[in-house]
DNA sequence: GCAAAAGTGTTTCCCCTACACCCATGG
DNA sequence: CCATGGGTGTAGGGGAAACACTTTTGC
């Protein structure tokens, strides 16, 4: 990309600043919120010191993870093609632009001791996982982790990542009632069954900032556990050790035919209709119970947002239970009147839902 | 400032980048919003164009304006730290730290023709400007302006800084739903006239994006032509004159005791004041016409927002009517419930208020 | 007395919620 | 026929807006 009149830089002030991006790239796995966090290599990790707001190094243990993110290369390269880069490199999750909204820049004096001044823009992509499934480049180990078990352990995200995380899902809320971005959770043709699950998976009290959020986190850890992780991930998990090398990635990414690729792929897009079939998974939850009748009403009638599909209907989750009207996506890029499914904010926290 | 185990800038990256902070300063003068801005020096200017989405550098013109704004000099200069200098530098207006929101980043590629790459942080800050008057420093000539006349000249603001004011004040009527802010406009007893005056500024259709901004900027300088400048202005004008020099000012922020300053201080006071009292000026205002009932009603009811002072009363600006209850802040920092003045966001724009 | 502005009371309407009820399916 | 979940109907409550009315001042 050329710049026009470009003119060389000037002298005067100090160019010591190192400019970085930061993912905070959110998904919905079984349920649960998740995710995506790298593991850096060296043997020092970058922790958050509340005694006195610096970030300090220390011997690295096998909690410490962080964002995918890192410093734009290029001088010619806009943030957020930055962010797509750095996603895809560390975590071979793909997204458009348009998948990406800014959460704003990190930028105290401290945030990251390894550097002279390192200025963070921090993004949020809120995107389905299975589409563009998981691998970890050669440069980081990366996954998806419930983002429970994330908040519970504190200061389990290097720098300030724990607070961009927590921000992060302030404005994922902010946009599920302001924009259709729930619809990108919910398949081409779906029930008002499905896109409210979307809606009771966010607004679960568990992320809120003042949820004892190990609560919750222990129950998952348990029965994780106890019967192991589900075929999904497994399954995840032999994608990303074939494609591992981050030169395989990028060759893939730009011949998407693949017989290899598409292969696991398939596997995976298989595995996940069983397990969206199967309602037997008893992995916990973290779902509201939103009343489904004026959940709908709602839906409904917010203009552009979702339009009926006429005589289709489809059998719940279950099996059981009357058929459901099935419903496609509309028009409209704004929600209009806004999708509020909590009146105040702050919300008591009640009983762990099953 | 120190950083702990603050090592060397890592080589392998490109430090070619510029930081720099802007500084969006909107102030309400004379029931009309107004935001700080400087002409820089230099025979070039450098304008958007909607062609390509470049800035490119042109001839300067005498309409050509920025938003106050520079880069961070130091390396361990906090973010707000820069825009707080920087504002002050070049328009003598001093806010706290906690007067300054974060808009976010702007940092397109071609954003600013003069740099290699400059990566801008953008600040609001919703002040009133009479508490810390106004003065230009020797780098660059500043001033208040009428938000509609600068949103009535295309192009009329350097760099991408149209945009980054339009967010603004998109987040000041955020904040202004949100937060108590609305009460640093009002004295510290103050009738609920008072109040919602402030709402009724920033909340005008002249200020919405798809407003017709030229018809209420040409109202405006057409009085001015007319009657020329306020009292008020003037006088801040002779105090800019004074302490123009930028090491002057700088002496009187730390001896704010000065004689000199306090004499102009209280000068500008008392003809704030005159101009509170008198409503005879008939410079157009912007005000929206909000049901005062509904509006008090909304207020009180918020949970320490304002405070009632029994037994206190006050005769309303134009000298007529039944005194006004007095109120004095409350101590909260959000609003809870939020104070809602429009219902739907897109709200038609009615006729010209008087 | 009249105009102007603050404040109160009241009516009406709308929307949201909760709950009851009906419907359609599998077993 | 029963359990299960989708969908509809509806009564009750709360709040907001609109409007009428009272109160208190200056002229």
New interface residues.
């Given amino acids: 990309?050329d710049?026009?009149?470009?003119?060389?830089?000037?002298p005067d002030?100090?160019?010591?600043?190192?400019?970085a991006v930061d993912v905070v790239a959110l998904t919905i796995n079984r349920g649960v919120l998740q995710v995506a966090v790298v593991q850096r290599h060296g043997a020092k990790s970058c922790i958050f010191s509340a005694t006195d707001g610096?970030v300090?190094?220390v011997d690295r243990t096998a909690h410490d993870y962080a964002l995918p993110g890192g410093?734009?290369?290029?001088?010619?390269?806009?943030?957020v093609d930055a962010a797509l880069r750095e996603l895809f490199e560390e975590t071979a999750v793909e997204v458009s632009p348009n998948d990406l909204v800014?959460?704003?820049?990190y930028?105290?004096?401290?945030r990251d001791?390894?550097?002279?001044?390192t200025?963070s823009?921090a993004f949020v992509a809120f995107h389905p996982s299975f589409s563009s499934p998981f691998a970890g480049s050669d440069a980081v180990s990366a996954k998806f982790m419930d983002v429970v078990d994330v908040l519970a352990r504190p200061n389990g995200l290097e720098f300030d990542h724990e607070r961009i995380l927590r921000d992060a899902i302030t404005r994922v809320r902010e946009l599920m009632e302001r924009t259709p971005i729930a619809l990108k959770f919910c398949p081409d043709e779906f029930t008002l069954r499905e896109l409210r699950s979307v809606y009771e998976v966010i607004f679960h009290h568990a992320y809120n900032p003042d949820a004892n959020t190990n609560r919750y986190a222990e129950r998952l850890r348990k029965y994780d556990a106890e019967v192991g992780g589900s075929p999904l991930d497994e399954a995840i998990g032999e994608f990303s050790r074939k494609f591992a090398p981050l030169a395989e990635l990028n060759r893939l990414s730009s011949d998407r035919s693949t017989q290899r690729e598409t292969a696991v792929l398939g596997k995976i897009e298989k595995l996940l209709t069983d397990e969206y079939r199967r309602s037997s998974s008893n992995r916990p939850t973290f779902k509201r119970d939103f009343d489904p009748a004026n959940f709908a009403r709602k839906a409904i009638a917010i203009d552009g947002f979702i339009e009926e599909i006429p005589g289709e209907s489809r059998l719940s989750a279950s099996g059981t239970g009357k058929p459901a009207q099935v419903y496609r996506r509309g028009k409209a890029k704004k929600l209009?009147?806004p999708l509020i499914v909590e009146r105040?904010?702050?919300k008591p926290e009640k009983t762990l839902s099953k």
């Fill in positions: 990309m710049i026009p009149n470009a003119i060389p830089p000037t002030f100090p160019t010591n600043f190192h400019v610096y300090r190094e410093h734009v290369h290029w001088q010619n390269e806009n943030l800014q959460l704003g820049a930028g105290d004096v401290g001791p390894r550097s002279g001044r200025i823009i209009d009147p105040k904010p702050g």
